[in-house]
Nanobody
Framework: QVQLVESGGGLLQAGGSLILSCAAS????????MGWFRQAPGKERNFVAV????????EYTDSVKGRFTISRDNTKNTVYLQMNSLKPEDTAVYYC?????????????WGQGTQVTVSS
């Protein structure tokens, strides 16, 4: 089992910045690709970003490219999502997730989520 705990959400104005953190415990952190997802009210949960086990490769959904940065500190078992130039449409509950698959196509563990609200 892997336990994931997100933090760092909040309420802020458009154009602002926020850093989300996700602390992992339970199993070897470097065995997992780590992803961020988000779910807006009344919508499905969608992929935001992923970082591979080693931290060398990252991928982003198009709407956040150039604004969000995913990173991980394997010494702290923590993954981060730096969010800049936030827009009202970024408002959602943000979840981190861990994938133990060879490729990050299936996520085995999920955090409880943290709310990000961006006002216009």
């Amino acid at each position: 089992q892997v336990q994931l705990v997100e933090s760092g959400g909040g309420l802020l104005q458009a154009g602002g910045s926020l850093i989300l953190s996700c602390a992992a415990s339970g199993r070897t952190f470097t065995n997992y690709h780590m992803g961020w997802f988000r779910q807006a009210p009344g919508k499905e949960r969608n992929f935001v970003a992923v970082i591979r086990r080693s931290g060398g490769n990252t991928e982003y959904t198009d709407s956040v490219k150039g604004r969000f940065t995913i990173s991980r500190d394997n010494t702290k078992n923590t993954v981060y999502l730096q969010m800049n130039s936030l827009k009202p449409e970024d408002t959602a509950v943000y979840y981190c997730a861990a994938s133990g698959s060879p490729l990050p196509t299936r996520y085995d563990y999920w955090g409880q989520g943290t709310q990000v609200t961006v006002s216009s």
